[in-house]
Each structure stands twice: as C-alpha cells, then as structure tokens.
C-alpha cells in the first residue's frame, strides 16, 4: 500500500498517464458510483441518478482519453524507430561512399559569393528642407534640459 501510494504521488509530476494514476482514478470513481448509489437508496430523489449518469460519463470518458493517448505514445515510438531506421541506413550509405585521401588534406570548401559589379543610382525625388537654425537666446522644443527647467520651475511655484 505504501508503494502504491508512493508510486500515485511520483506520478503526479510526470507527464501522461500512468497505471498507477488510471488505477487510483478507476477507484475513486468506483467509490463516487456506490455513494450516489447509497444517497439514491436512502433518498429516492432523481438527482442522483442524474450525478450518477454525469459520473459515468466522465468515467467512461477519461478511460477513453487514457487509451487514446497510449495509442498515439505508441505511434510516436514507432514513427521514431522508423526515422532512426532511415537516419542509420543514409550514414551507413554516406559512409560506403566516402574516399578516404592518403596524401595532404583536401582545402576547405569556400562557397562562392555572386554580386553585381554595378552600382544602381538612385536619383532624389523632391526638395530637401533644411531645419531653422535657433536664435542664440532661444530655446529649444525638444530639449531635455529645457524640461528640466520647466519642471523644477513647476516645483518652485508649488512650494510658494
């Protein structure tokens, strides 16, 4: 029992389904049919029969998700073997293939680079504006310094 329960908490933080955790899911749903099967003896009220229906729903439908995703973890495993069948069979090939040098090593390969020995001009569509030059006692607008100062003159006047 102490397993179990070890084995249930482990399987908590790793991803997919477990046997452990679809066994401890089985059994906690087996226990909320016979206890809704207990308040419906003892109440006769149809709301039971409704949770009921609704728990077996959930039941059948989780069970059905468990067998779904087993079945795509087997289809990755396969389509992984396959490629790494394909991937061994094209190194082994490349491997038959190669001739292997006896004298100086071969230089490296260097790819070669195309470019146009032309320079395309392009010509200036309308007029350049040149910016005003400021006046030497004015300020600028975009200034940093100048809202600086107008902040701390901001400033002054509150504390007046």
Do not use: Y
């Amino acid at each position: 029992m102490a397993n179990f329960v070890e084995e249930l908490w482990s399987s908590i933080f790793i991803p997919g389904t477990t046997p452990t955790l679809l066994i401890a899911t089985n059994a906690t749903f087996a226990a909320l049919q016979l206890v809704l099967f207990g308040l419906l003896i003892g109440t006769h009220s149809l709301h039971f029969v409704v949770l009921s229906v609704i728990c077996g729903g959930l039941w059948c439908s989780i069970n059905w998700f468990a067998a779904e995703l087993k079945k795509e973890q087997v289809r990755e495993a396969e389509a992984k073997a396959k490629a790494d069948t394909i991937a061994r069979q094209t190194a082994d090939e490349s491997e038959e293939t190669e001739v292997e040098s006896v004298g100086a090593p071969a230089p490296p390969r260097v790819p070669k680079i195309s470019a146009s020995k032309e320079v395309e001009v392009v010509e200036q569509v309308g007029e350049l504006k040149q910016r005003p030059e400021p006046s030497p006692g004015s300020r600028s607008g975009v200034s940093t310094e100048d809202e600086w100062e107008k902040v701390s003159e901001n400033e002054t006047e509150k504390d007046k």
